[in-house]
């Protein structure tokens, strides 16, 4: 009875090996430069866009946050003694 040989990791992309794949994509990258840069421009316009959301969301939430409990904010006894005294022009 024969046994079958495991499978190797590292002949996953279509019997390559990862350093002849990354061979192969470098020197794909480097025969169309202006295309290559494009695509990493692309790239890193979308992760930065991406990291700035994310950078944002907390200061986002913060303002909805306030901006509902403000809109939901009842007329106190205060407001009810000062009247429009605040919406006038004092000149």
């Known amino acids: 009875m024969r046994k079958d040989k495991e499978r190797?990791?590292?002949d996953?992309?279509?019997?390559m090996s990862l350093a002849s794949m990354v061979l192969m994509l470098a020197l794909v990258a480097?025969?169309?430069p202006w295309?290559?840069?494009k695509h990493l421009f692309k790239l890193v316009l979308w992760l930065g866009r991406r990291l700035?959301?994310?950078v944002l969301f907390p200061f986002r939430w913060?303002?909805?946050v306030v901006w509902s409990r403000r809109a939901d904010r009842r007329p106190?006894?205060?407001d009810f003694l000062h009247g429009d005294?605040?919406?006038r022009d004092p000149s």
């Open 52 to 54: 700035l959301r994310l």
């Open 12 to 15: 996953d992309f279509g019997g």
């Open 85 to 87: 005294e605040e919406d």
């Open 62 to 64: 913060a303002a909805l």
């Open 76 to 78: 106190t006894f205060e």
């Open 35 to 37: 295309e290559t840069l």
């Open 30 to 32: 480097l025969s169309r």
């Open 8 to 10: 190797d990791d590292s």
